[in-house]
């Protein structure tokens, strides 16, 4: 729909005594978007609000000066999940990009991790945006300047939505995400699916998982092996998941990328590296020191922690003492 189009809706949903044109309201669409770089949809509400906020009910509209609305520059290390929904710009550079499933495919273009100096945070980029505008498909390395995106809250973890009102622009500065801003200890209760040895896309900046030899952008391709472990760690609070790179996955397993392929051979098995790395590793504690990237904790450094089960339980049992009359 283009922009007079949206300004006549508009008009239309308007009463008629407000006496707005559409060229009025396509005047104020056009500063919105224009000179305050804010999101088509935000603008078609900032401006009806105008109207109907001006509007006193008897015909009269009392000002229609034009409205400050623009987006805030947030940090993203400041991003809590009360921007969910927010429109807001934000810089950064791409760290990632995500492979993305099947099912994600028929709606996302991109998903990743974009970070400044105080944080990261994961970006979603439906197909529509980058049909609209083929620059808002990022690269990884490269430091954007994105104007309009949206907070996007899931699962008490906040996001960032690129939309097809949003600008983008290239920035030639890095930034460079703090390290570790996240610490926890607890328990492997999960090794979940896509963990072990797989297969990577070897076409330049692919990043899809290669699947029965098939690439979801290439088609039949050769393929990569590389480890990795999604797990899910409990801290005795709550469930966090924990992804393990393959760096971290050989040390932590023991297991290398060649003995890795030694055993998915012999089993003539894939999934038999998973299988042994999960017999290994449930049940174990470790103390895990990473970086939060919306759902995930990317884990720089681990510490296996050996958990003393009869102090720990005779100070449990001390910790009664003395309230046990009943027994006494
Ligand atoms: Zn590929």
């Not at 439906?126 to 690269?139: H, I, R, S, T």
């Not at 960032?160 to 600008?167: E, G, L, N, P, R």
Request: aromatic share 6%; proline share 3%.
């Amino acid at each position: 729909m283009t922009r007079r189009e949206k300004a006549q809706e508009l008009v239309e949903s308007l009463p008629d005594d407000i006496g707005a044109s559409v060229d009025d309201i396509e005047d104020s669409l056009d500063q919105l978007v224009d000179e305050f770089n804010v999101p088509i949809e935000e603008a078609v509400r900032s401006t009806r609000s105008k109207y109907m906020g001006d509007y006193d009910g008897d015909g009269e509209v009392t000002s229609s000066g034009p409205s400050s609305a623009q987006d805030e520059d947030v940090n993203i290390g400041d991003l809590t999940v009360d921007h969910d929904e927010e429109w807001m710009n934000i810089q950064g550079t791409v760290q990632q990009l995500f492979e993305l499933s099947e099912k994600q495919t028929s709606w996302i273009s991109q998903r990743g991790v974009i970070g400044d100096d105080t944080g990261t945070t994961i970006f979603t980029t439906p197909k529509e945006a980058v049909e609209e505008d083929p620059d808002l498909e990022l690269e990884k390395g490269q430091t954007y300047k994105l104007q309009g995106v949206v907070g996007d809250a899931h699962r008490g973890n906040i996001g960032v939505k690129i939309t097809s009102t949003t600008s983008g622009s290239t920035l030639d500065n890095a930034f460079t995400p703090p390290d570790n801003d996240t610490h926890l200890t607890g328990c492997i209760v999960d090794i979940q699916e896509g963990s072990g040895l797989i297969k990577r896309c070897p076409e330049d900046d692919c990043t899809y998982i290669v699947t029965n030899g098939n690439c979801q952008q290439h088609g039949s391709v050769e393929g990569d092996f590389d480890l990795r472990l999604k797990t899910i760690i409990d801290d005795g609070e709550q469930p966090h998941q924990v992804f393990f790179g393959r760096e971290a996955t050989e040390v932590l397993t023991g297991v290398s990328l060649d003995d890795a392929i030694t055993i998915a051979e012999d089993a003539v098995d894939t999934g038999a590296v998973a299988d042994e790395m999960e017999d290994m590793l449930l049940g174990r504690y470790y103390s895990i020191a990473g970086n939060k990237v919306g759902e995930y904790v990317i884990v720089n450094e681990f510490e296996r922690v050996n958990r003393d089960w009869a102090s720990e339980a005779r100070e449990l049992l001390d910790s009664f003492s003395g309230t046990d009359e009943v027994a006494a």
